[in-house]
């Protein structure tokens, strides 16, 4: 019908296609306002007429030319078009009820790879890698339902020498015993005990670098304690990742690209680009104001610019990807321009639309005290347990008789502190306050999640209900029923939007949209009628509502409870 319309202003007007017509198709903000909204201005330098005038012009040119057009009405510059509110409805049913609603094939036989959560081996996993982790996930969800092929890759820091001084503090002040009892928390007071220490003793540090130095010479006992400690590393890591429901194909971290670095350093001097500078090997970037890329150190040794140069080429070859995505905080935002410019210094002129820094904002906690393990670091297991505890503790309080209480605390939740991070743009701050993010009434995951819930008990309570059986149209063509449609057909733009932006946040704006406007029908209309017509067209409304909220939320994911 949007087509419809396009097609015929696009034929009583000039200079624009029906594609840049549909582009700038409105969705008025007041139903009074009509269904659909043309600006005339941007044809007034054209046409050299005033805006106000062309849209009189159409809408005497447009009248009798559709059917489905009820009334054309003139507001200043924009031309109003009314469709028939029951060809309306059909029309709004019909698209929501597509196959992969909200998806598209625009990325089909394309790859994309996106690199996020990358936690520090023998390090906390703390709130820091909890947004990218999320951000990176919903990214994951979000291009995978336009059609691409999308490499999760958990680019792990495992690599560097502060292996060489975790090395040096184990062996000094460690035991295996004390390791293998408290894991990761032992690991990081021996981290935080060698950096005492150091400043007393410089010649620790240069034992670290000599660790180091033999591990990139595959010393094998170097090796064999790095290893141990990547391996203790990780059952912390997939306890948090469990806990979100989040997977990845790869876990490539730097140490996989420890034998590709040369590859890269003679690449680079090759293209006659590496230059000398204090000892080390740099890329001067000063031409782009850009302080310059240090590609060795002055020991021989690689960093970590090095191997993310040899993880671009690696991806690229391997999986030809169109866009290869870097969730990573803000303060990295001088890192990736040095490293995608070298890139791009190497002949590789797809580097600048192709290499994609995503940075976001920091996190700060408000309100009650969240309990962590050590200091003022929050880790991420504990603010996720901490969430699902509080949750648990509602439960018991407002519905105790409900099955699954352990299951649905944990989506519920989980899913609000996602929600959360998602409700603003990424490169924003996000705060923890427990009475904010637990609202089941404010906009929260927890109240679009309950929105979910009412539908599915809606659903329930008339078990015969058949969803593939003609409905009567005119039974929605109340404003809220209208207005809940409207909501909802913005879905495939929405996720659109969201991929082209890199922003999550609108899918979790467009499920609050959604779960409001299908509480203000909900409020005024009885769906459980006795009238079967009537019964049959709200219930099909609600579980159209059901499904379109399940599968936004699973896009930010975060997964639906059938009760709470």
């Given at each position: 019908m949007k087509?419809?319309?396009?097609?015929?202003?696009?034929?009583?007007?000039?200079?624009?296609?029906?594609?840049?017509?549909?582009?700038?198709?409105?969705?008025?903000?007041?139903?009074?306002?009509?269904?659909?909204?043309?600006?005339?201005?941007?044809?007034?330098?054209?046409?050299?007429?005033?805006?106000?005038?062309?849209?009189?012009?159409?809408?005497s040119a447009m009248e009798g030319q559709l059917d489905f057009i009820e009334e054309i009405q003139i507001q200043g510059a924009y031309c109003n078009f009314f469709i028939k509110k029951e060809l309306f409805v059909k029309s709004m049913i019909e698209s929501a009820c597509t196959e992969n609603f909200g998806g598209s094939s625009i990325g089909a036989g394309q790859s994309i790879c996106i690199d996020y959560s990358s936690p520090n081996v023998a390090k906390n996993f703390h709130v820091g890698h909890l947004r990218t982790t999320i951000i990176g996930n919903s990214l994951y969800k979000i291009f995978t339902k336009l059609g691409y092929q999308v490499h999760r890759i958990n680019h792990l820091g495992d690599w560097g020498t502060q292996f060489g001084k975790l090395i040096v503090a184990y062996k000094t002040w460690g035991s295996k015993e004390a390791v293998e009892e408290r894991g990761i928390a032992e690991l990081m007071d021996l981290y935080v005990k060698f950096h005492e220490e150091a400043e007393n003793d410089a010649s620790l540090i240069d034992q670290a670098r000599g660790w180091f130095v033999k591990m990139e010479q595959g010393d094998e006992e170097a090796l064999a304690i790095w290893q141990w400690f990547k391996d203790l590393s990780m059952v912390e890591y997939h306890r948090v990742y469990k806990l979100l429901g989040v997977e990845f194909d790869s876990y490539n971290g730097e140490s996989f690209y420890r034998d590709k670095t040369q590859a890269v350093v003679d690449r680079i001097q090759k293209a006659n680009l590496l230059k000398q500078s204090e000892g080390a090997y740099i890329v001067d970037l000063s031409e782009y104001n850009m302080a310059p890329c240090i590609i060795q150190k002055t020991d021989g040794g690689s960093i970590y610019a090095t191997r993310d140069l040899a993880a671009i080429f690696y991806r690229k070859e391997t999986y030809q990807f169109v866009k290869c995505l870097y969730v990573t905080g803000q303060e990295q935002k001088l890192h990736f321009a040095q490293v995608f410019k070298v890139v791009e210094l190497l002949g590789n002129d797809w580097a600048a639309e192709q290499l994609v820094h995503i940075p976001y904002g920091l996190v700060s906690l408000e309100g009650a005290k969240l309990s962590t393990r050590s200091g003022n670091i929050i880790y991420a297991e504990d603010i996720l347990l901490e969430a699902i505890s509080k949750v648990k503790e509602i439960i018991e309080e407002k519905n105790p008789t409900l099955s699954d209480k352990d299951a649905v605390a944990q989506m519920v939740g989980v899913g609000a502190i996602i929600f959360n991070d998602l409700y603003n743009q990424r490169i924003k701050d996000v705060s923890f306050k427990w009475e904010k993010i637990l609202n089941f009434e404010g906009e929260t995951g927890p109240y679009v999640q309950y929105t979910y819930a009412r539908c599915s008990s809606l659903l329930r309570a008339v078990p015969d209900f058949n969803e593939s059986a003609p409905i009567d149209y005119a039974v929605l063509t109340d404003l809220t029923a209208m207005e809940l449609l409207k909501a909802i057909n913005k879905f495939p733009k929405v996720v659109q939007d969201a991929a082209d932006k890199y922003e999550p946040f609108l899918i979790s704006r467009f499920a609050i949209e959604v779960a409001q406007a299908f509480n203000r029908f909900y409020n005024n209309n009885r769906i459980n009628v006795p009238e079967v017509s009537i019964r049959n067209a709200r219930l099909k409304l609600t579980a159209i509502t059901r499904r379109i909220l399940r599968d936004a939320l699973d896009l930010l994911g975060i997964q639906c409870p059938e009760q709470m």
């Open positions: 087509a419809q319309l396009a097609n015929c202003i696009a034929q009583n007007i000039k200079g624009l296609s029906p594609d840049e017509i549909i582009s700038l198709l409105e969705v008025p903000p007041k139903p009074e306002l009509g269904d659909y909204a043309f600006p005339c201005f941007c044809l007034a330098k054209v046409m050299r007429k005033a805006p106000n005038l062309i849209a009189a012009d159409l809408k």
